[in-house]
């Protein structure tokens, strides 16, 4: 039995949060690979690389819920903001430089996303 379900907006917002903890997950993943960790204890103690886990944890929970009441065609592929926020941390924390192509690329991810908000309210 295949149906198409209204897609509720708080499960787009829940989306939203969800890229949002997952960029933040890479952040910390990035912080605490800066560390040494010559052996599991420093691994284990790594609280960067513990808090980027959790933030990951929490991120799955939220799309699970989101997936739940709303189609998967449109709630998906908001997953790829995620690229966005990730780019825009590494540029203002890290300092890192997005060449012309990443900035085509997140160009590409809005217009997207706008096109998907577009088809859902008018498709």
Not at 79 to 90: D, E, G, H, R, T
Not at 100 to 118: D, E, H, R
Request: include cysteine; proline fraction near 6%.
């Amino acid at each position: 039995m295949c149906h198409l379900m209204k897609t509720k907006p708080w499960a787009v917002m829940l989306v939203i949060i969800c890229t949002l903890f997952t960029a933040f997950g890479q952040f910390f993943y990035k912080i605490g690979m800066q560390r040494p960790m010559p052996n599991f204890y420093s691994i284990a103690t790594n609280y960067p690389l513990i808090v980027g886990l959790l933030l990951y944890a929490v991120a799955s929970i939220f799309l699970i819920v989101a997936l739940k009441h709303g189609d998967l065609s449109l709630l998906y592929p908001l997953v790829s903001l995620s690229f966005i926020w990730v780019s825009l941390l590494a540029l203002f924390y890290f300092s890192e430089i997005l060449p012309p192509a990443n900035w085509i690329g997140i160009t590409s991810i809005v217009i997207g996303i706008g096109f998907m908000g577009y088809g859902e309210r008018h498709g």
